[in-house]
């Protein structure tokens, strides 16, 4: 569940999810959660677009000594997800 001082918002052309009291093992859970609450929603009815979700997770100081780093390997991680194909999260 998200709390009070997480934050969701575009970033470039993707969606950024930033926890800021949440290691990557809980990113890695709040992702997954998310990923099932997508793909078994009724919002859509009978018009369910196909969405995919392609997650990198990387966490600050765990995995990146700076944000600069922290979102290259952010963004490291989204593409190795995107080269696996499919609903995919990758975690540092």
Not at 49 to 75: C, F
Request: net charge negative; aromatic share 6%; charged share 30%.
């Amino acid at each position: 569940n998200l709390q009070d001082i997480d934050v969701i918002s575009r970033f470039a052309a993707r969606f950024a999810m930033i926890f800021p009291e949440t290691d990557s093992s809980g990113a890695r859970k709040t992702a997954e959660k998310i990923l099932r609450d997508l793909t078994s929603s009724d919002l859509f009815k009978d018009k369910k677009p196909e969405l995919t979700l392609r997650v990198g997770i990387a966490s600050l100081p765990a995995d990146a000594e700076d944000e600069t780093s922290l979102l290259n390997l952010v963004e490291k991680n989204v593409y190795e997800s995107t080269r696996k194909g499919g609903n995919s999260i990758t975690v540092s």
